[in-house]
C-alpha cells in the first residue's frame, strides 16, 4: 500500500494563486516564496524545519509555514486559514493555493452557498516512516510534500459549519466529500482517506511526491 502513499473557478477569471498582488517578498526568498507572498491574502512565510533525529531524508525543500491562502469569494477576494499551520514544501503550498481556489471552493458554493473558509490539518512535515512504521521508506510528510485535512470549515460567525471527513454528517456533506477527493486526485499525485485503510480512516491524505511515472496518479 502507498503512503498517505475540477472545477473551473467561477466565471473564467484568473485564479488566485497567480493573480499579481503588491504584497512584499520576504527578502532573499524564492521565486515560489516571491509568487505566494505577492497574492493578497496569501499569509505565507519562510520557515526553518526542527531538526528530527538527523536523518538525511527528511529535507524540507524550500520550507514554508502555511497560515492562509487566498481563494476567490463571492464578493471578491477571501481566504481559507489553516489550523494548526503546517510547515510545508512551498511546492506544496502553492498546488494546495490552486487546488482550493479552482476545486474545493467552487464545490463548497456549489453544495453550501458558503465559502470555505478554514481547513482543520494535521501532518504537515514530521520526519517519519510510511504509515509510521518502524521500517520502510520515509514518509512524504517527512519532506513537506503532504498534508492530511481533517476538516473543512464553511462559512464565518454564528453561520459557519464543519464537514469533519470521518464523519459527515448527511448526503449533502457526503457528496461533497466526494467531490473533494476526486478533485484532489486530478491535483495531487496520491490521495488517500477513509475506506483506503486503518491509517487513513479518519482524514484526507494528499501529497504531491512523485512517482515512478511523473504521470501516474494513486486515488484511493
Known amino acids: 500500500m ?4 475540477g472545477k473551473a473557478g467561477a466565471g473564467g477569471a484568473e485564479p488566485a494563486s497567480t493573480r499579481a498582488g503588491d504584497a512584499p517578498a520576504p527578502a532573499g526568498s524564492s521565486p ?8 493578497p491574502g496569501n499569509r505565507v512565510a519562510p520557515a526553518t524545519p526542527t531538526p528530527q533525529h538527523g536523518d538525511a531524508a527528511c529535507r524540507v525543500i524550500d520550507p514554508v509555514r502555511v497560515e492562509a491562502l487566498a481563494i ?3 464578493g471578491g477576494g477571501a481566504t481559507v486559514s489553516f489550523e494548526p499551520p503546517p510547515l510545508l514544501s512551498c511546492a506544496m503550498a502553492r498546488t ?5 481556489d479552482r476545486s474545493v471552493q467552487p464545490l463548497a458554493r456549489g453544495y453550501f452557498e458558503r465559502d470555505l473558509t478554514a481547513l482543520r490539518v494535521g501532518g504537515g512535515h514530521e520526519c517519519r516512516r510510511r504509515n509510521r512504521a518502524t521500517a520502510g521508506p ?4 517527512a519532506t513537506g510534500q503532504a498534508l492530511d485535512i481533517f476538516a473543512f470549515r464553511l462559512g464565518n460567525g454564528g453561520t459557519a459549519s ?5 464523519t459527515p454528517s448527511g448526503l449533502v456533506q457526503n457528496r461533497f466529500l466526494d467531490a473533494v477527493r476526486q478533485s484532489a486526485c ?3 499525485m496520491t490521495t488517500l ?3 483506503s485503510d486503518a491509517a487513513h480512516a479518519n482524514h484526507l491524505h494528499v501529497d504531491i511526491q512523485e512517482r515512478r511515472s511523473r504521470a501516474s496518479r494513486f486515488c484511493q
Open 186 to 188: 486530478g491535483a495531487f
Open 2 to 5: 502507498p503512503d498517505e502513499a
Open 193 to 195: 482517506g477513509p475506506g
Open 72 to 74: 476567490r469569494g463571492v
Open 32 to 39: 515560489c516564496l516571491s509568487a505566494l507572498a505577492a497574492i
Open 96 to 100: 494546495l493555493a490552486d487546488w482550493l
Open 138 to 141: 520515509v514518509s512524504e510528510h
Open 162 to 166: 464543519q464537514v469533519v471527513v470521518e
